[in-house]
T-cell receptor, first 112, second 112 residues
């Protein structure tokens, strides 16, 4: 199993551009989440999903959209990038019973 | 509101000495608690969890943590630190259907 795979690993965007961060897992996990990591702030939840077709907002959802059309994929869309969205983004998945989350390697995004 | 506090920014310890990383939490109901470790430019790796049962839980790489309900704490411990334990450590609490709240993280530096 590859686990949780995120692409791309690095990205530079100009202010106002849009893009999609990809996340795929091959463990048949029901639950998936997106977090952003900023220095001194830990990880903050952006959006999450408890199954295909079901998504909900987390702690910092503004400026981001998600969809979950399949169990495997959970893309994160930045609608109009802003410098405040410069961060490291992590996708995670877990089973409904196992509780612990498995994380991808992260996407380092810089918005200039 | 659910929250996790890691009061120290950095923990310095000599190799071979005991290592303790502190965590306190605030959550409604029974807590599901986790420790994760992050090495430079990597995703988060699961170390251990407390769901129910024994207050002392053992995890990967010789780490353990003690759940203390009265003090709402979940401190991470290792009897003898290694230089390779130098990393960023996060405490987290699971709440709701799929929401993880993280502490801000502790940088552990093990001095040879």
């Amino acid at each position: 199993n590859a686990g949780v795979t995120q692409t791309p690993k690095f990205q530079v965007l100009k202010t106002g551009q849009s893009m999609t961060l990809q996340c795929a897992q091959d463990m048949n996990h029901e639950y998936m989440s997106w977090y952003r990591q900023d220095p001194g702030m830990g990880l903050r939840l952006i959006h999450y999903s408890v199954g295909a077709g079901i998504t909900d907002q987390g702690e910092v959802p503004n400026g981001y959209n998600v969809s979950r059309s399949t169990t495997e994929d959970f893309p994160l869309r930045l609608l109009s990038a802003a410098p405040s969205q410069t961060s490291v983004y992590f996708c995670a998945s877990r089973t409904s019973s196992g509780k612990e989350a498995f994380f991808g390697q992260g996407t380092r995004l810089t918005v200039v | 509101a659910q929250s996790v506090a890691q009061p120290e920014d950095q923990v310095n310890v000599a190799e071979g000495n005991p290592l303790t990383v502190k965590c306190t939490y605030s959550v409604s109901g029974n807590p599901y608690l986790f420790w994760y470790v992050q090495y430079p430019n990597r995703g988060l790796q699961f170390l251990l969890k407390y769901i129910t049962g024994d207050n002392l839980v053992k995890g990967s790489y010789g780490f353990e943590a003690e759940f203390n309900k009265s003090q709402t704490s979940f401190h991470l411990k290792k009897p003898s630190a290694l230089v390779s334990d130098s990393a960023l450590y996060f405490c987290a609490v699971l709440y709701g259907s799929n929401r993880l709240a993280f502490g801000k993280g502790n940088q552990v530096v093990v001095i040879p």
